[in-house]
C-alpha cells in the first residue's frame, strides 16, 4: 500500500534515477535551459553600434530638413528615400525637375550639410521614381 509517497523504497528508486542520469548526462542535475537565454533588447545596441547605424539621423529629421530648406514646390516634387554612408538619395518625380536640382546640387549639399552635419550627409544622388 502507497502513502504518501516517502517511503524508502519510493526514496531509494528517485535517488537511483537521478544517479542514472547523473552518469548518462555527465551533471548532477538536469541543465537549466533559461540559464543563457538573454532578451534581444540587451544587444541590440551592440548591433546597431557594430553595423554602423547609431549616431546617424532619424527619417523624420531628414525629411524635415529637406522640406524647410527647398520649399514647398520641391518638397512636393521629391521625396528623401535613404541616407547611407553619407549619400542623401532623393526620389524625384520628373526628368524636367531632376535636371533643375542637379543643377542645383553643390547649394543644396552645402544647405543640408548645414543643417544635419558635414559628417551625416556628403553627396547627393537623384532618382527618377
Known amino acids: 500500500m502507497r502513502g504518501n509517497g516517502t517511503s524508502k523504497d519510493d526514496q531509494a528508486r528517485r535517488q537511483m ?4 542520469v547523473h552518469q548518462w548526462v555527465g551533471a548532477p542535475k538536469p541543465l537549466d535551459l533559461n540559464k543563457n537565454i538573454s532578451e ?3 544587444h541590440l545596441e ?7 547605424l547609431r549616431g546617424g539621423l532619424d527619417e523624420d529629421r531628414v525629411k524635415e530638413a529637406w ?3 527647398v520649399g514647398e514646390l520641391l518638397a ?12 542623401l ?5 520628373q526628368p524636367a525637375m531632376r535636371y533643375h536640382l542637379e543643377q542645383l546640387k553643390p547649394s543644396l549639399l552645402g544647405k543640408l550639410q548645414r543643417e544635419l552635419g558635414q559628417d551625416h550627409v556628403s ?4 532618382t527618377i521614381g
Not at 89 to 93: E, F, I, K, Y
Open 17 to 20: 534515477r537521478a544517479d542514472v
Open 40 to 42: 534581444p533588447a540587451e
Open 46 to 52: 551592440a548591433i546597431l553600434e557594430a553595423v554602423g
Open 67 to 69: 522640406s524647410s530648406l
Open 76 to 87: 512636393k516634387q521629391t521625396e528623401p528615400v535613404s541616407l547611407r554612408r553619407g549619400c
Open 89 to 93: 538619395t532623393l526620389r524625384v518625380l
Open 123 to 126: 553627396s547627393l544622388r537623384l
